[in-house]
């Protein structure tokens, strides 16, 4: 009988072909949206573990205490050996340094005077070494502006838009002036290899980026680093994971009496985060609900009015002998192969746009030119197995229920009132 309905489908189009679009586009819709939503999220917490926390991070405990000093002065002491257990025990994990300062940025003219100056805030990090990593997660090569990527030492980037703001062009010579890890005043000369266009505007104000070797000279930090950052080398963000890995290393190295112990954070327990993870997901819960709900009623309408328009046709079925029981369960299945046809083809079109999303996304930098907070520029879509199956939900049972709710009057009405709609 399936096969029989199927054909029926495909002869009469105007049984068939309506349905399926307004399904197919339902569910793309559905299937997009809560791709993009999960996209703009996860995208906005992963941004900051990048740039700030990582999935869990280490540093000494009165460092944590203060971190948004950036006190250097507090930093973990010779890290190499700390780091090498990291990556033995934990290899799901990359290990990677960072050391943040903030200083002032001093531009001298030909004669050796200040000619501009800009409070930067600084990230030391691994470009030099030959392992590229640190500069692919942080996309540093696809966004330089003008000039190149640091070479040798005693090279730096700079943000383009801080870059401007005090007219320093790659090949400038700038001053950083800062405090050394023993409290000294630090002046150190860098050359400007090339501008960053960062994807944030929070970032973009005042950004310097080094090497984390130049860093170490500069700060007189010699085998030591301000954070380590462990960062899941496949998938975003696992908080299970990071908040057994904090505790298996806390147990293992923390020692709470003295307050240069190597202490481990998750991403969760640092800055605020913990709120801002909870409130994402919550947030995704409910605008993605609040959509489903609206794209099902929408779908369930469009079987309900699709079934009593019907009626006229399900009348003459009876008038020649088809049993009530009958029409209905054709009914139902005719409507189950119009929602499995459209929700295979809206998914399939969802994706399609998902996945340029993904790959690409939309860029709203205009909108956050005042954002205080780290975010992406340019927001993209996440593809999970949620996005898979999503869809099938207002696609297949909505459309299935408004068929059936609309098929009760079959039940109600007298078989020549049935056909009687017929000849209206």
């Given at each position: 009988m399936i096969r029989f309905l199927l054909i029926g489908l495909l002869r009469d189009r105007h049984r068939s072909l309506l349905p399926v679009m307004v399904v197919a586009i339902g569910v793309m819709l559905t299937v997009v949206f809560q791709s993009w939503l999960a996209g703009i999220f996860e995208d906005s917490i992963e941004f900051n573990a990048l740039f700030s926390t990582?999935?869990?991070?280490?540093?000494?405990?009165?460092y944590a205490d203060n971190s948004s000093q950036m006190p250097n002065d507090l930093a973990l002491l010779n890290t190499g050996p700390l780091l090498d257990t990291l990556r033995h025990t934990y290899p799901d994990m990359d290990w990677i340094?960072?050391?943040?300062?903030?200083?002032?940025?001093?531009?001298?003219?030909?004669?050796?005077?200040?000619r501009a100056q800009g409070n930067a805030v600084g990230f030391g990090i691994d470009m030099l070494s030959g392992n590229t990593t640190e500069i692919d997660r942080m996309n540093i090569r696809e966004s330089v502006v003008r000039g190149r990527l640091p070479r040798k030492p005693g090279e730096a980037l700079m943000s383009d838009v801080f870059a401007k703001k005090i007219a320093v062009k790659p090949g400038?010579?700038?001053?950083?002036?800062?405090?050394?890890?023993?409290?000294?005043?630090?002046?150190?000369?860098?050359?400007?290899s090339g501008t960053v266009a960062l994807g944030t505007n929070t970032l973009e104000r005042g950004t310097l980026m080094v090497d984390i070797s130049d860093a170490r000279k500069a700060l007189n930090m010699e085998d030591a680093t301000g954070e380590i950052l462990g960062l899941f080398s496949k998938g975003y963000y696992n908080a299970a994971r990071a908040k057994e890995i904090a505790k298996q290393f806390n147990a293992r190295f923390n020692k709470p009496a003295d307050e240069f112990s190597p202490v481990m954070k998750s991403l969760?327990?640092?800055?605020?985060?913990g709120m801002l993870v909870d409130y994402a997901s919550t947030m995704l819960g409910?605008?993605?609900?609040?959509?489903?709900?609206?794209?099902?009623i929408v779908l369930w309408n469009a079987g309900l009015l699709g079934g009593l328009r019907r009626y006229g046709e399900f009348g003459m079925r009876l008038a020649i002998g088809e049993e009530k029981g009958h029409v209905y369960k054709t009914m139902i299945y005719e409507s189950l192969l119009i929602g499995i046809t459209g929700s295979v083809i809206g998914v399939f079109i969802g994706m399609s746009f998902a996945f340029y999303?993904?790959?690409?996304?939309?860029?709203?930098?205009?909108?956050?030119?005042?954002?205080?907070?780290?975010?992406p520029t340019v927001m993209k879509a996440h593809i999970t197995s949620t996005t898979w199956?999503?869809?099938?939900?207002?696609?297949?049972?909505?459309?299935?229920?408004?068929?059936?709710?609309?098929?009760?009057?079959?039940?109600?009405?007298?078989t020549a009132q049935l056909f009687k709609e017929l000849e209206a």
């Open positions: 990582g999935h869990v991070k280490v540093t000494t405990m009165a340094e960072r050391i943040h300062f903030a200083g002032l940025v001093d531009v001298p003219d030909a004669g050796g005077e200040t400038d010579t700038i001053s950083l002036i800062s405090s050394s890890m023993y409290g000294e005043m630090a002046v150190y000369n860098f050359v400007v969760r327990e640092q800055s605020n985060m409910i605008l993605v609900t609040v959509f489903l709900v609206a794209m099902s999303l993904q790959q690409y996304g939309v860029n709203f930098g205009t909108m956050m030119q005042n954002a205080t907070i780290l975010m199956l999503i869809g099938f939900i207002p696609g297949i049972f909505s459309t299935l229920v408004g068929t059936m709710l609309s098929g009760i009057g079959i039940y109600k009405r007298q």
